[in-house]
């Protein structure tokens, strides 16, 4: 079988300008201080899965998968809504705010969905949330505009 050939990545960026990289870095290592490792990578994966990032789809589906997290859980992350069986209600909250967070249709987080998340998680642990939430759709925007290439991730390459 013959696949398509890989798109060629526009920019990279991380060399170009190396101290904004490793202030993502940094930002990274620090968003995700206090959160659930399995929970920080489903944020992650469904963050990039909404915005269509294939870099980051790819590094943090290997690198959950190398915490030990199921494929099956993965596979049904981009229809959490329907397969809500499979996750926790506090990590339905997670991605619920997630989406939220990500897609801003409404110009603003609706008071239920925040709500919902603020039940589940103590305050430091949602701050940490938002932050973790955030960071994931700046490396998104870096990974789509540049077209950064899937599939040559190595979990745990860039820690």
């Known amino acids: 079988m013959q696949y398509a050939p890989e798109l060629t990545p526009r920019l990279e960026w991380a060399k170009l300008v190396p101290d904004v ?42 690198d959950a998968l190398a915490a030990g997290e199921s494929v099956e859980r993965i596979v049904q992350l981009s229809a959490w ?45 949602l701050a940490q949330l938002l932050a973790a939430i955030t960071v994931i759709n700046a490396w998104n925007r870096f990974g789509v505009t540049c077209r950064m290439t899937p599939g040559h991730y190595q979990p745990g390459q860039y820690k």
């Open 21 to 62: 990289y490793k202030a993502m870095i940094r930002l990274d290592t620090a968003a995700r201080q206090g959160l659930d490792p399995t929970l920080y990578e489903l944020v992650k994966i469904r963050a990039s899965q909404i915005n269509h990032c294939a870099f980051c789809i790819d590094m943090h589906t290997k």
């Open 81 to 125: 809504e329907e397969s809500r069986h499979f996750y926790t209600e506090k990590e339905l909250a997670a991605l619920e705010l997630t989406e939220a967070v990500t897609v801003l249709t409404d110009g603003f987080v609706p008071d239920e969905v925040y709500e919902r998340a603020a039940r589940h998680f103590e305050e430091t642990e």
